[in-house]
Each structure stands twice: as C-alpha cells, then as structure tokens.
C-alpha cells in the first residue's frame, strides 16, 4: 500500500509548519505501510534563487550573498527551534550551509561570466527543495521515524529541456523502482525532492515553477501508488481562488477533467500537468489542508457527481495579450489557422484560448503579454507576402486582458448556462471581448478587460453559491 504524499512550501515555510507536517506523516504513516514524502522549497526560497542568480548575471556582487544570508537565516531558525543543540542540528546545520555555499559560488560564476544560463539556474534553483528535504527527514529522524532525504535527480529521468524538464516515465519508473522500493519495503519513509529531476547524464533538470505536485504525481506513477495527496495552505479545491473571492467555498468531489480545466486555467492550486500521470493510472488524488487535516479536503476521481447546470469554480489568468490575424483575402482559404499556430509554434509559445469569427475573417488567440512580441514576428514572418497582398490586413495585439473560465461537467447539456453568465457579467457592466466553449462543455471562457478580472470573478461566483 503505497500513498504519495507532496507538501507545499508554505507547509514547510516555518517551524510551526513544519511540525505540523511532521505530525500529518507521523499520523498517516499507522494507516500507509510505504510512504512518500516530496517537499517544496521554504515558501519564497525558489523566488529568492532566483533573484539572487538574475542580480548576479546583472553584474552585482552583492545581492546574491544578501539571499545566502536570508537562505542561512531561515533555515537555521528551523534547526534551532526543532534540533536544538543536538548532534543532528549541528550535523544538518553543516549539510546545509554547505548547500548556500554552492549556491554561493554558482552565482559567482554567473557574475564572471554575464550570462545566466537556463541549465546553470536549474541547478541554482534545485537547492531549495535539496535543503527542504533533509531539514524535514532530520525532524522526522529526531522523532523517532525512520526517514531519509532522496534527491529525485536520482529517481525523475527527464529530457534536456531545462526549467521545463520532461520526464521519461519507463527511466523514471525503473530507477524509482530500484531506488525508492528497498527502502519503503523496510519502512523507511522516504523524503524526496519536489520539483527537480535529471538527465541521463545525471545533470540536474527542473519541472517548471509549480512543479512539486508534478513530482508527487510522476512518482505515484512511478510506484504505481494507491492513491496521492496534495497538502497546501487552502481546504483542498475552492469554487475560487480564496485570496480574490473571500466567499470561496472548498468542493468535495471533482472530476479529473474539471480540475485540469481548472488548473490549465489558472487555479494555481494545483500544476497542470499533475493530472496526467493520475489519471493514466486512476490514482485518486486528494487536495488537503496542512494548517486544517480534519478537513474532508478535496477528491479527485474518474466522474465526479454531476448536478445538471451547476456550475463548478471559476477562475482567471491575467497578464495575457489578444492576438488578432484579420483579413478579407482569409476567407475560405484553406491552411490560414495552420500556419497561424505553426508560426506561433515556432515561437515556442503555447495559446491558452483561440475563437474565430468567420464573418469577420478574423483569428484570434490569447497568449502571454510577456510572449505577444515574438509571435506577432513570426506571424509577420509566415503571412509577408499575403500582408504585401493585403489578404491579410493586420495583425494585432489587444494587451491587458484576461481570461476568466467557468468550469463544472454539470453544465453539460444545459441550456441556458451561457445566458445567465453573460447576464451576471452584463449587470456588472463587464464587456466580453471573447468567449470559447471546449467541445466537452466542462468549461466556458471569456476574454475580458483585465481591470474587470474580479468584478467578473465577484459576479460568476455569486451564480455558484446561489
Ligand atoms: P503550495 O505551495 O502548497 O503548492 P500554492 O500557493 O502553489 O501552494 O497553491 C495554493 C494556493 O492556490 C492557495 O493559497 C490559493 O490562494 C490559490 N488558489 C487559486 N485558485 C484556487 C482554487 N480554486 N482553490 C484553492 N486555492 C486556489
Ligand atoms: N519550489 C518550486 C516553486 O516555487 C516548486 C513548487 O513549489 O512546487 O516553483
Ligand atoms: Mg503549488
């Protein structure tokens, strides 16, 4: 009976969070006779990594030892509220400056050389979770638990793509197999890194900013696990992102799919690609509170009850830019939509939402502001002679909005459910620039203003728990 279980960073982010986590394994550990353990970095370090690296390749020599100082100091706070003057504390305090002094001389080198990169940060960033990890299974060890740190560059096998790792799931689970396994058949708990990976040259990857609950995932798949459960700071899945809507409420039940619906689209709950490897194998998964473990959380599964016209969870991404191809020379011209996202494609941009308007002649697709420069060059790029031509007369980005997204499979079949979500934004005075249903109807977005972001979150929500 194996239970994977990924512990958030503000669920290790201070000695009271991390006694509490302590107690969640000591607990779980009667009922799961093998038990994983994958961390996150202290909440903030991965941030703090970062930006120590980035002012280092900016050329300044001192921020980053600033940031080795802050990661000293609050990692030690740790040692000396949970290991005081112990052996272990002494030992561990040891361990782990050694890891700021890595950190320490990698930024060095990034400060002589100018350049920071993406491989070089992998390996800057992945001390976060090495450092998280041996504090946690020390605390463990010092409560009598038999545990042990496992980085997963011994466990995760992923490509070359760096901050963005993707794992071979056959390596994977084959060293996770030969590693992990002995040591959770004699009952050792074993605590592994979120986030980070290798590889097959054993150079250190990482999954993309998020990625602990991946790790957990791919590791349940790995171990064929029982079941996986993610411990955060929030009561499990909310109908909204509790920070923007304080009238959220947790859900009990949702469907894999709505909850990859909801992830895709921002509910930074859960990493999007956590969905596949469970639902690949049906592992159940389970979203849990840290600061609240009585609570029923919530539970991911095959179908979740379907309560016909409800609407689920909305949630939004900010920060995107509407691009616009227009053209009256598009019109039934075939091939246009496939060179549109081949070029988009080349920009290794990925789109979040694309609506077309036949009558207009338009295409049109959200992505990333920080993004919308380089694909409108590659779109310039692929239509120059129809530009020339003017077959296509313009491409443009609209900046500044957002997409909000309502999800729920109940909405299935109903009709009616877009009429009142664009009356509920139209009472608010919120304009509609787009809107895009999936085929499967889980979900329905919307392009709006982004300064109307949480008005249109405020007025969805109020359709959900009326
Ligand atoms: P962790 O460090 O544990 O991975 P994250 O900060 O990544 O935690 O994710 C948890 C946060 O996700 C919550 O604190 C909450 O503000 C945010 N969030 C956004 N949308 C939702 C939602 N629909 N339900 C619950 N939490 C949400
Ligand atoms: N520590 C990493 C991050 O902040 C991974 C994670 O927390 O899931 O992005
Ligand atoms: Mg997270």
């Known amino acids: 009976m194996t239970l994977v279980m990924k512990f958030g960073g503000t669920s290790v982010g201070s000695s009271e969070a991390i006694q509490r ?8 550990q009667r009922d799961w006779s093998q038990l994983v353990v994958v961390v996150s970095a202290m909440s903030g370090v991965t941030d ?19 940031v080795a100082n802050n990661l000293r100091r609050r990692h030690f706070k740790i ?3 949970l290991l005081p003057s112990s052996p272990e504390g002494q030992q561990l305090t040891a361990e782990l400056d050694k890891f700021v002094e890595r950190y320490e001389s990698l930024c060095k080198a990034v400060l002589v050389l100018g350049e920071l990169t993406p491989r070089a940060l992998d390996a800057m960033t992945s001390i976060g979770e090495r450092m998280s990890i041996r504090l946690l299974a020390a605390i463990l060890r010092h409560q009598g638990h038999s545990a042990q740190a496992i980085d997963a560059t011994e466990l995760i096998v992923t490509d070359d793509s760096y901050q963005n790792a993707v794992p071979d799931l056959e390596k994977t689970k084959a060293s ?11 009952g050792v708990v074993a605590v592994v890194t ?12 990482t999954l993309g900013r998020g990625g602990s609950d991946y790790s957990a995932a791919i590791l349940g798949q790995a171990l064929e696990a029982l079941e996986v459960w993610i411990w955060t700071d929030v009561d499990g899945v909310m109908t909204a992102d509790p920070r923007l809507v304080p009238e959220a409420r947790t859900i009990n039940t949702l469907s894999y799919r709505e909850v990859a619906e909801l992830a895709f689209y921002g509910a930074k709950v859960l990493h999007p690609k956590t969905i596949r490897p469970v639902i690949e194998n049906d592992i159940p998964l389970r979203i849990k509170n840290t600061f609240n473990p009585q609570g029923a959380g919530t539970r991911i599964i095959q179908n979740s009850i379907q309560r016909n016209g409800k609407i ?20 039934g011209v075939p091939g246009i939509a496939a060179r549109t996202f081949g070029a988009v494609a080349d920009s290794k941009v990925s789109v979040l939402l694309i609506s077309q308007a036949s009558s207009e002649q338009s295409i049109c697709f959200a992505v990333p502001t920080g993004a919308a420069d380089s694909v409108i060059a590659s779109l310039e790029g692929e239509f120059s002679s129809e530009l020339i031509r003017r077959d296509i007369d313009r491409i443009v980005a609209k900046e500044n909005v957002a997409i909000v997204t309502v999800v729920g499979a109940g909405m299935q079949g109903t009709p009616g459910i877009s009429g009142r979500l664009f009356s509920a934004l139209g009472d608010q005075r919120v304009n509609i620039i787009a809107i895009a249903q999936g085929s499967s109807e889980c979900s329905i977005s919307m392009v709006v203003e982004e300064d109307d972001t949480a008005e249109a979150e405020k007025a969805i929500h109020a359709l959900i728990v009326s």
């Open 21 to 28: 986590t302590s107690e969640i394994v000591c607990d779980t």
């Open 48 to 66: 703090l990594l970062h930006e120590g690296a980035a002012t280092a390749a900016a050329g300044n020599a001192t921020a980053y030892r600033e």
């Open 79 to 81: 040692i000396s509220d």
């Open 176 to 186: 996770t197999e030969a590693r992990l396994r002995p040591l959770l058949d004699e």
């Open 194 to 205: 979120g986030f980070v990976g290798a590889n097959e040259q054993g150079i250190t990857t």
């Open 312 to 331: 689920k969870a909305v949630t939004a991404i900010r920060n995107l830019s509407l691009i616009n191809v227009e053209g009256k020379g598009m019109l």
